[in-house]
């Protein structure tokens, strides 16, 4: 079954419905029952782990030699370190990010007595009190506080708050749809991945198509802290696709458009036979794409091979400029992502050794060693 049409504005409904929710690592419950509710409402079975990460698997032929998609509902934010002297809160990052992007954010601090509204704000903040100070203040978390909207002129008056050491931080998206087509917005990463998925799904599930082996459709929980796809894969599962940005920077190749497709991330190359699956399916389906290396980056695969699961990763990206900050994407990558993902769930399995978790070499994959052919002898010249 070649590509499915896929519905734009589903999948920007539900990118939206996404942002709203607040989901930094480690408070993710209520995003966590968001896409679970929408994960029912479109047919699908759904299982939690303890913590909360998701599990759904849309049925295909066979249980053996089962498909992976993976994203991660968990976003970058920070936690309090400590109470201040002047009211206000210092932060640590959850996640890795700079302060340089925090500085500014509006915020949301969760509290035992409930949530408090904020702005993060550079130590000094006031030009008309600091002059050039302003701009030549380092920049880092420890030269950022935060400023919250409520009386808290003092410690005590933050103890009668009911404010605490390691209270979760929740970082205001601020998104912009624009007509264009660009969406602009803090956690993009990787709530548009989660919507790729998510549009993916409906996509088949109205086409009522049929696939070859089990598709698991895993949503993450603390991928942004390393942990991502640990523990949630199951020995049938054969290969897995996890979506997550790319970053498009000069040096890098990813784009705001098509789908970018990993090669390799700081962790090391992806699997050489399913990463060259998805670039067959690319060219036969017509669908835009773009190779990168990514120096920088670790995904949802790297915590499962970590984990010691036997399982083939690649990673399939949409590109987002200024990553981790101020990010922006297009539609259409998202929707090239989305159509990459139906084409490959319904895709014929052509490793059918991986049905195994262990087999002899009968079956094994190859990789080519022959020299290419060149048309340049020595003592030719080059063709006019």
Not at 99 to 107: K, L
Not at 146 to 170: M, P, Y
Not at 341 to 348: E, L, R, S
Request: contains cysteine; glycine residues 8%; negative net charge.
């Amino acid at each position: 079954m070649p590509r499915l049409a896929i519905d734009n504005h589903y999948l920007l409904d539900q990118l939206k419905a996404l942002l709203k929710i607040p989901s930094p690592t480690g408070y993710t419950d209520t995003v966590v029952r968001h896409v679970t509710q929408e994960l029912q409402r479109l047919g699908l079975t759904v299982e939690l782990t303890r913590r909360g990460a998701i599990r759904a698997i849309r049925q295909g032929s066979r249980r053996a030699s089962a498909r992976a998609i993976v994203g991660h509902v968990d976003t970058l934010g920070a936690q309090v370190k400590n109470l201040k002297a002047n009211g206000r809160l210092e932060l640590v990052p959850i996640g890795h990010w700079s302060a340089r992007f925090a500085e500014g954010a509006r915020a949301t601090i969760f509290s035992e007595k409930g949530s408090y509204r904020g702005t993060i704000l550079p130590l000094k903040a006031s030009g008309h009190t600091f002059n050039e100070e302003v701009d030549t203040q380092p920049v880092g978390w420890a030269h950022v506080e935060l400023r919250i909207d409520a009386l808290s002129r003092d410690r005590t008056e933050l103890d009668r708050l009911g404010i605490e050491v390691g209270d979760t931080v929740a970082i205001d998206p601020q998104p912009e749809f624009l007509d264009n087509g660009f969406i602009v917005s803090r956690h993009l990463d990787d709530k548009a991945g989660v919507a790729v998925m998510l549009a993916a799904i409906e996509a088949l599930e109205r086409e009522k198509a049929v696939t070859p082996v089990d598709t698991h459709w895993l949503f993450t929980i603390a991928e942004e802290v390393g942990v991502g796809a640990a523990s949630i894969l199951t020995p049938e599962i054969a290969s897995m696709l996890a979506i997550d940005n790319g970053t498009t920077a000069p040096g890098q190749n990813s784009s705001e458009f098509g789908v970018t497709i990993a090669m390799a991330d700081q962790t090391g190359p992806f699997d050489y036979h399913l990463t060259k699956k998805l670039v067959r399916l690319c060219v036969e389906e017509d669908i835009r794409y773009q190779k990168d290396v990514f120096r920088y980056y670790r995904s949802d695969s790297a915590s499962a091979l970590e984990a010691g699961h036997d399982v083939r990763t690649a990673l399939i990206t949409f590109g987002v400029d200024a990553s981790h900050g101020w990010e922006r994407v297009h539609i259409h990558a998202l929707r090239s992502l989305a159509e990459l993902v139906t084409a490959y769930t319904t895709a014929p399995v052509e490793i059918t050794r991986d049905r195994n978790i262990h087999a002899g070499i009968e079956g094994f994959t190859r990789q080519p060693l022959a020299e290419a052919a060149q048309e340049l002898a020595e003592d030719s010249e080059p063709a006019e």
